[in-house]
């Protein structure tokens, strides 16, 4: 979720701003799914490893 604020209530975004938020929405969501499929997966699996040597 992306939150904005402005100076005074009832801004009405401009396609610029659209385009702008969806780029950044996108790439919030492509670095979310890189970030599940290695950083959380590396961990998981060492916690695995480890937790077998015990």
Do not use: C, I, K, N
């Not at 604020?5 to 890189?34: I, K, Q, S, V």
Request: glycine fraction near 6%; avoid cysteine.
């Amino acid at each position: 979720m992306f939150s904005t604020h402005h100076d005074r209530p009832g801004h009405a975004y401009t396609e610029a701003e659209f385009g702008a938020l969806d780029t950044a929405a996108r790439e919030a969501g492509a670095w979310l799914d890189w970030y599940r499929a290695t950083t959380v997966t590396d961990a998981l699996e060492d916690l695995h490893r480890t937790a077998q040597l015990r």
